[in-house]
């Protein structure tokens, strides 16, 4: 399976495709104007304490005030507390944390009136994104991820992720980050380390504590609300997270970002720098590798599936809704058990593409064709679990109910991705009304004689509908023919399939565009003062 990151630069931000076997599998747009991104460190400032909800509203400079939960503390939460005043007020002069006294742990139970009080300056981490009217949700059990490893101040404790199944692989993990680890830090092994030698790991190490290193330099100045240590771009995070043996090219056309991103991959994977491809091809980026239309076919309302069948995607405020509908399926199959069966488990990896793609969260609600064997319902479930193995973000599946309901949970950290797929009416331009289609060539001999004649133009170019096109070039002596016939000089028509009946364009002699005074547009501006006069 080969996997390719295309990577477009825009004046808004970066849009960033994931494509597996050439079909688009994630979408992520990086916003320039974002400045709250998951991950980010923040010196916030405690604005209310509520003790209904055990939690409080912490200030971090965001319209909407971030949440914080007397569960996202964390252990160490008074050790990093008394650290934090320590650094700020200049009284901590180095910052490793060798021999850094801790105080005793937070109890798992407590209240949060107890330990936060308003006005008390925190160092909080963003683990969720703001999402619809909701503020950022914080956390104060900091943490720095690598790419092989993720660095927890004030711990000593070293895991390993579930996914490395291998004992002996998990006690030479061990074995390994105990030896080059800090003192006063604890390390989470994630599963890209497995196989992995101790130079690379050691490389992951020396770049998580320079980020530790620049996190208290930044805190011994910061003032309240200031972003104290920013998580890596939405563009480097996926490198770092998916790098892989099956990356086959990262395709870029910014120079400016090509350079960012050879030199972060000349920190984290050396060889794979290679894979690292500028684009400069004349047609568009997302247009080559024929991303647009995918991006148009996935996102709409209705989704079809490959081979038969379609789904229709509803997102309501509390939850998301999946319909599976059989389409043209419904006959291709001697009995009805076959037919849902088959088209319930291509809708089911569609279904597990489309959660990535949009990054759903929270919970979906996928209404299958009904079923009554169970070992159909459990070759469906299956179906779902092995493709959504893929998926970085956490998420639980619950078994196919008996009314063919099947309820998923899927971690939401990031607003939904929405593309709207539908167009404004290029000939209508959304109003609904049209000039009258007969007048069209009346304009069109207007501007061509005002341009011709009185213009002195030496030659025209006129794009027109394919309608219209046979209408000016048809026949034994053409409407164009006549044209030459008349001002002795040459009107070039051609056909453009992306214009309306009633659209048209000319172009002169140097192939620019003249702006033309259109009496149509005229006529539509009485049109609709007549319309307000008689309302």
Not at 131 to 146: F, H, V
Not at 382 to 391: E, F, L
Not at 428 to 457: F, P, W
């Amino acid at each position: 399976m080969s996997n390719e990151l295309i990577i477009n630069s825009t004046q808004e931000g970066e849009r960033i495709a994931l494509l597996q076997d050439k079909r688009l599998i994630e979408y992520h747009f990086d916003r320039n104007d974002t400045n709250y991104a998951v991950g980010d460190i923040f010196l916030g400032t405690v604005k209310k304490v509520m003790p209904g909800l055990n939690a409080a509203f912490i200030d971090i400079g965001y319209q909407k005030d971030a949440f914080l939960h007397y569960g996202d503390l964390g252990e160490q939460f008074q050790t990093l507390a008394k650290w934090t005043r320590l650094v700020h007020s200049g009284k901590a002069p180095v910052a490793h944390l060798k021999g850094f006294p801790r105080d005793a742990a937070l109890e798992k139970v407590g209240k949060m009136a107890d330990v936060v009080k308003k006005g008390q300056q925190m160092l909080v981490q963003i683990v969720k994104e703001p999402i619809s009217t909701k503020g950022p949700r914080l956390s104060s059990d900091l943490s720095m991820a690598g790419r092989y490893l993720v660095l927890m101040p004030f711990s000593d404790t070293i895991s390993v992720s579930k996914k490395i199944v291998s004992r002996a692989e998990r006690e030479r993990l061990k074995r390994l980050i105990a030896s080059i680890k800090p003192d006063g830090f604890g390390v989470i092994i994630r599963t890209v380390a497995e196989g992995r030698d101790v130079a690379e790991l050691d490389r992951d190490m020396t770049n998580m504590v320079a980020m530790w290193e620049q996190l208290y330099q930044n805190l011994r100045n910061a003032k309240p609300n200031d972003k104290v240590l920013g998580e890596l771009g939405r563009t480097s995070s996926m490198l770092r997270d998916m790098l892989s043996d099956s990356f086959d090219a990262i395709h870029v056309d910014s120079q400016e970002l090509f350079d960012e991103l050879r030199t972060y991959l000349q920190q984290i994977a050396p060889d794979k720098v290679d894979l690292l491809k500028l684009y400069s091809g004349k047609t568009k980026i997302f247009e080559q590798f024929e991303i647009e239309k995918q991006l148009k076919t996935l996102f709409g309302k209705t989704v079809t599936v490959p081979g038969g069948g379609y789904l229709v995607i509803e997102h309501t405020e509390a939850l998301h809704v999946i319909d599976v509908n059989s389409g043209n399926k419904s006959n291709q199959q001697s009995d009805q058990e076959a037919t849902a069966l088959m088209v319930n488990l291509a809708a089911a990896k569609e279904v597990a593409r489309q959660l990535r793609l949009r990054d759903m969260g929270g919970i979906v609600v996928v209404d299958f064709i009904d079923m009554r064997s169970g070992d159909s319902r459990k070759k469906v479930e299956d179906t779902v679990q092995q493709i959504m193995a893929r998926d970085r973000a956490k998420f639980t599946i619950l078994p196919i109910t008996k009314f063919g309901l099947l309820q998923i949970t899927r971690q939401r950290v990031r607003p939904e991705q929405n593309i709207i797929t539908t167009e404004v009416c290029p000939t209508c331009g959304g109003t609904g009304k049209i000039t009258a289609s007969i007048l069209v060539t009346d304009e069109i001999d207007l501007s061509i004689d005002e341009l011709l004649v009185n213009q002195n133009h030496a030659g025209l170019t006129l794009y027109v509908h394919p309608f219209l096109h046979a209408y000016y070039t048809k026949g034994l002596v053409s409407k164009q023919m006549k044209w030459y016939l008349k001002y002795y000089k040459w009107v070039k028509v051609v056909k453009d399939t992306s214009l309306g009946l009633t659209d048209y364009r000319i172009q002169d002699e140097r192939g620019e565009d003249i702006e033309l005074h259109s009496r149509a547009a005229e006529l539509n501006s009485l049109q609709d003062r007549d319309d307000e006069t008689d309302d």
